[in-house]
T-cell receptor
């Protein structure tokens, strides 16, 4: 079964440093999502792409976070500068286009900011 | 605003018994309600979903019910097994934004 690939699996960085996460969705999935999951909580949507266009980034802290999906396939989420409160699991998901298409998640990148 | 409330936050049941997790949503126009299971160190995995045009859906030991009038939906797991131990998340797609909002999760433990 096709999977959403994410890397790195774990990342430890010092506050004020830059960090980047990469996601490769399931082939053919036009919609890509980045979620942040704080320990003990549910995933929170940061940004949603339809092909290469952002359709929702209302919860993305734009002063420090950026996301791109230049060719409408893989995507990168960047944080600069990282803060202690950014420590969380960053999950990428993808789906086919359509309101009832299920999300398929990768195994995430666990970020620890020291 | 967009919100999904999930209860309980933790649930412990005897192996073989049933487990029920309940969620409520705020947007009456929501039309898609998935449930995810998350094991330690992994991403959430879809286990069952329901559309707003049906009231109940079953898949072996798992069932989901939807009450659109009350804006409630529930996950039912029967004949629980040790491998059912995990964190379960409900979610709702908010039609106005087409984004999926997750509940806060239920940690289910199956006692042997």
């Amino acid at each position: 079964e096709a999977e959403v690939a994410q890397s790195p699996r774990y990342k430890i960085t010092e506050k004020s440093q830059a960090v980047a996460f990469w996601c490769d969705p399931i082939s053919g999935h036009a919609t890509l999502y980045w979620y942040r999951q704080i320990l003990g909580q549910g995933p929170e949507l940061l940004v949603q792409f339809q092909d290469e266009s952002v359709v929702d980034d209302s919860q993305l802290p734009k002063d420090r976070f950026s996301a791109e999906r230049l060719k409408g396939v893989d995507s990168t989420l960047k944080i600069q500068p990282a803060e202690l409160g950014d420590s969380a699991m960053y999950l990428c998901a993808s789906s086919l286009t359509g309101n009832n298409s299920p999300l398929h998640f990768g195994n995430g990148t666990r970020l620890t900011v020291t | 605003g967009e919100n999904v409330e999930q209860h309980p936050s933790t649930l412990s049941v005897q192996e073989g018994d049933s487990a029920v997790i309940k969620c409520t949503y705020s947007d009456s126009a929501s039309n898609y309600f998935p449930w995810y299971k998350q094991e330690l160190g992994k991403g959430p995995q879809l286990i069952i979903d329901i559309r707003s045009n049906v009231g109940e859906k079953k898949d072996q030991r798992i069932a989901v019910t939807l009450n659109k009038t009350a804006k409630h939906f529930s996950l039912h797991i029967t004949e629980t097994q040790p491998e059912d131990s995990a964190v379960y998340f409900c979610a709702a797609r908010y039609s106005s934004a087409s984004k999926i909002i997750f509940g806060s999760g239920t940690r289910l433990s199956i006692r042997p």
